[in-house]
């Protein structure tokens, strides 16, 4: 009986020593009660300070202060707010401290911030991202060893990446973002045998991609978007990878083949480099992908028409590059966007196809993505004509671009379209004679280009009533004739520029006018 009793007195003294409450029962311990008042001294405005934070009262109570319920000490710090703290001295007496989180903090003051977060032993999270960090020193000896989490994002380093940083064999998860960090990363070997997330975006490091980040196998987040990296992607042993953000850089090869073994793969995001080559149909192993961003690059070739098989897909990039073939590719049978089993319901929200060498007809399955709200053909090479099957079910439709395609619009007088878009750009469309009366159904309509579309007569006064919400109106290049009435831009008033082209029209009396302020914001194209 008496073992029992003790086994259970120590299976209650685990428990509770690994148990963290807001609020602990007792008195902080009076060392870390100093340190944490003497803050106090520390801040410009000692009133930016939560209000829980008062001298005499258990720190343990305190706003942002987590401690052990057990031996009463503070374990974790949380100030997320923008004050400047000048000094950090008063940081080791919290000896116990495991998760130190300080995003916002004006830190530009504690100089030697690193030195004193470097003797707090048991340190597992540290975030100190908005800080105004200006110097990150190397470390012959750091103190880091039980470090899970390093968030220094949005800091001003100017430096490259201390090699100590590379080291932490515990590290899971490690954001370097938009520090001004420079030159190259280190070659190499490195101790990130535990990292499962790495972001080191909006830097410039502007030179080759290490070859041993591609060999974290336990790596699934990287984002290193817009760092001018230049060469190629190297081979890679990252099969876990969930989200690959490579985007605007200076990469130059292929997609390499490895990327297309990651079933994991949920957003990949490789616009804005010198990618060359095809997409290969082995695409369609990434089963879990919701996201594939490929846009800006000099990617050719046929569309891979195994996409439609990507049942989570949403997000669809591919625009300018040197993409061909029939854009039907995309909706055959085998692609198969629109399968049955799913009930003619797809997932895709944006399809982005501009600048490419597309040809073909528009495929009237178009009309059955129910979920699709941005749509972009623009500068292809389509042809044919386009009907009201092609919108039967576009209800959530919000941005149709497709100006600058060989292609005829045919609906009928009294049309009503299911969506309600705010974008229209059909451009170079033959869409004439008659004015297209269903835009009379479009409340949220702001942006509209029929340029060139054929059309001929009077403008309708119901149409120009329409100006008073939409900031961008292009009817230029038409037959249009009569005169332009006042014209009142509402959005004027919220400081949005305003465009409207007139040009190449047969408009007759005198300009038209402006019935609120004409800034600099306003432009009126009238030839």
């Known amino acids: 009986m008496k073992v029992l009793a003790i086994t259970l007195w120590v299976i209650l003294f685990l428990i509770l020593k690994n148990t963290k409450f807001v609020v602990c029962v ?4 009076e060392n870390e009660q100093r340190a944490l008042e003497s803050l106090n001294k520390e801040v410009d405005e000692p009133s930016d300070l939560p209000s829980s934070w008062v001298v005499g009262k258990d720190c343990c109570e305190w706003e942002g202060v987590v401690c052990n319920n057990l031996t009463h000490h503070v374990i974790e710090l949380h100030i997320v707010r923008y004050i400047r703290i000048n000094s950090l001295e008063w940081l080791p007496s919290l000896l116990n401290l495991e998760n130190l989180e300080m995003d916002s903090v004006d830190l530009s003051k504690a100089t030697n911030w690193l030195q004193v977060i470097n003797m707090l032993p048991s340190l597992v999270d540290l975030s100190l991202s908005y800080c105004s960090l200006h110097h990150i ?29 590379f080291n932490l064999a515990k590290l899971v998860s490690l954001d370097l973002s938009d520090c001004n960090f420079t030159g190259p990363f280190p070659e190499g070997p490195v101790n990130f045998t535990s990292l499962t997330t790495f972001k080191a975006s909006r830097n410039s490091f502007n030179y080759l991609l290490p070859r041993w980040l591609f060999d974290l196998s ?34 130059k090869s292929t997609i390499p083949n490895w990327l297309y073994q990651c079933k994991d793969l949920e957003v990949i995001s490789l616009s804005d480099n010198r990618l060359e080559g095809v997409v290969s149909s082995m695409i369609s192993n990434l089963s879990s992908i919701t996201r594939i961003a490929l846009s800006d690059n000099m990617l050719s070739g046929k569309l891979p028409n195994v996409i439609g098989k990507l049942r989570k897909l949403k997000y669809l990039y591919l625009s300018r590059n040197l ?86 619009l045919k609906v009928s007088e009294n049309w009503i379209p299911p969506f309600q878009a705010e974008h229209i750009k059909i451009r170079g469309w033959n ?27 009077e403008v309708p006064t119901w149409f120009w009533n329409l100006t008073s919400q939409i900031r961008s109106l292009n009817l230029s290049h038409n037959q249009f004739v009569g005169e ?42 009238w030839e």
């Open 26 to 29: 007792g008195i902080c311990r």
């Open 137 to 165: 020193q190397p470390l012959l000896h750091h103190n880091f060893s039980s470090l899970e989490t390093l968030h220094l994002s949005e800091n001003m380093f100017n430096s490259p990446v201390p090699k100590w940083i």
């Open 218 to 251: 336990n790596l699934e987040y990287l984002d290193l978007h817009s760092n001018d990296i230049e060469g190629a992607i190297p081979s890679g042993n990252i099969t876990k990878l969930k989200d690959l953000d490579l985007s605007e850089n200076n990469l």
């Open 323 to 408: 993409l061909e073939g029939e854009i039907s590719e995309l909706f055959n049978d085998e692609s198969n966007f629109l399968s049955a089993e799913l009930g003619n319901r797809s997932s895709l929200n944006y399809l982005a196809l501009e600048n490419n060498k597309l040809t073909g007809t528009l495929p009237e399955s178009l009309g059955q993505l129910s979920m699709l709200e941005y749509f972009t053909i623009s500068n292809n090479r389509l042809e044919g004509v386009v009907t009201e099957s092609h919108f039967s079910k576009l209800t959530q439709l919000k941005f149709f671009y497709a100006s600058k395609n060989n292609l005829t």
């Open 431 to 457: 869409i004439g004679p008659l004015f297209p009366v269903w835009f009379r159904t479009q409340k949220l309509i702001t942006d509209v280009d029929i340029s060139d579309g054929g059309i001929q007569g």
């Open 484 to 525: 332009v009435p006042i014209i009142s831009p509402s959005s004027i008033e919220y400081g949005d520029p305003w465009l409207m082209y007139l040009g190449s029209n047969n408009f007759s009396g005198p300009l038209p006018q402006i019935s609120t302020i004409v800034t600099e914001l306003v432009h009126l194209g």
